[in-house]
């Protein structure tokens, strides 16, 4: 297993001249300004609250490149808020730069995907969540926020600065299409297509609700027990 972790390794080395470069592009450059802005709050300035990541702890993972090579036992974590994974090494944490070898991750319990998908008619990428697969598919993003501290004012006590964590967007996919946003139940019957009459009646009799992941497991059941 560390051979396949330690293949991975040269395979990302191999990209460009410059480790650091080749790890991070662009969006890498982002993760270091972050890094830097949250040295500065936690040390300099001052303290900040929650996490820009979904689990801070590194976890051993499957990673599936763009040429479907696959490679196991690498320590990874999620950074929600920039939308990168991160390596951990033995000169710190790098992050990966999305789409050119983190194309799919097994991370434990989860299973992620980097995929263009639609988000309010707007096409967007990165990586979503598989929390139901078939047919139909539900994908699941996740989401932090970060707010700037905030100074004393009047009848306001000072406020730290956070990454906030917000509740995850739902998406569906058919087939091989793009995930949709499900904005509300019509963007869930418009995918359904002539399937969505009897969707619709399941969703009234058992009273689901969009925004509920558990619900829309049972939505997306249903769906893929139609024939």
Known sequence: MKKIYISLIIILVAFTASAQNLWLGAEGQKFYDELLIRKALKGEVEDYEGSPYMDEEFTEAIVISSDSNIYKGVPLRYNVYNDLFEVKLEDGAYALKRGVIVCEVIMGDHSFIYTLYDYQSVEKEGYLEIIAEGEYSLLKQYQVVFKQAEPVKPYQDARPAIFQTRDPLLYISHGDSKPVFVRNKKY????????????????????????SQEDMIKAVEFLNSLK
Do not use: E, P, T
Not at 188 to 197: E, N, V
Not at 199 to 206: A, G, P
């Open 188 to 211: 869930l019957l418009d995918i359904a297509g002539d399937k969505g009459k009897a969707l619709n009646d399941f969703i009234k009799d058992n009273k689901l609700k969009m925004r």
